[in-house]
């Protein structure tokens, strides 16, 4: 059982420099969440992905895109890193965006020098 | 807009005793909350959650919380804790998707 899949676990990125962050569930879910986690500020929801074909923007989501690829994966770029980005991010997935359990992956720890 | 606060950052309590986390919340109309935990190095795990019906809402490891309508609270708590309980504890309002506090520290001493 795999669940929700991320990668990488860890990135070490320059300002200015472009990445992607890759999610991957296997548990057939429509709706698909891209948070990050800071110290003292909790998760804040960055963009989201309520079926396959719609992302909306969520709390925080200057800096970042993100592509719904297909019903499986959802993932989230930075195109040009600045040091406010580093963070942690998970990624998660629910049945339906209105459905109380979400599953997590374990999260890709990003820092940008 | 949808908020909950959690106005504890780190809670400290001995194994055996009772641990209460603290969360309150700002909603209009029916409250939906929940309560998630996060281990070391690991994603948040869905513990419980409250729609309607009873106040005492029971979840995994033993956790269970209490809604209080009068006073906007829905504290985590448990009769006695255990030092692999020691994680992250957030609470979370849906608003439309799940909205998160800052998160409780739990440290459960041996």
């Known amino acids: 059982n795999a669940g929700v899949t991320q990668t990488p676990k860890f990135q070490v990125l320059k300002t200015g420099q472009s990445m992607t962050l890759q999610c991957a569930q296997d548990m057939n879910h429509n709706s698909m969440y891209w948070y990050r986690q800071d110290p003292g500020m909790g998760l804040r929801l960055i963009y989201y992905?309520?079926?396959?074909?719609?992302?909306d923007k969520g709390e925080v989501p200057n800096g970042y895109n993100v592509s719904r690829l297909n019903k499986r994966e959802f993932s989230l770029r930075l195109e040009s890193a600045a040091p406010s980005q580093t963070s942690v991010y998970f990624c998660?997935?629910?049945?339906?965006?209105?459905?109380?359990?979400?599953?997590f992956g374990s999260g890709t720890q990003l820092s940008v020098l | 807009a949808q908020s909950v606060a959690q106005p504890e950052d780190q809670v400290n309590v001995a194994e055996g005793n009772p641990l209460t986390v603290k969360c309150t919340y700002s909603v209009s109309g029916n409250p939906y909350l929940f309560w998630y935990v996060q281990y070391p190095n690991r994603g948040l795990q869905f513990l419980l959650k409250y729609i309607t019906g009873d106040n005492l809402v029971k979840g995994s490891y033993g956790f269970e919380a209490e809604f209080n309508k009068s006073q906007t609270s829905f504290h985590l708590k448990k009769p006695s804790a255990l030092v692999s309980d020691s994680a992250l504890y957030f609470c979370a309002v849906r608003d439309g998707k799940l909205i998160f506090g800052t998160g409780t520290r739990l440290q459960v001493f041996p």
């Open positions: 992905s309520a079926s396959e074909g719609t992302t």
């Open positions: 998660a997935s629910s049945v339906l965006l209105v459905d109380e359990k979400l599953f």
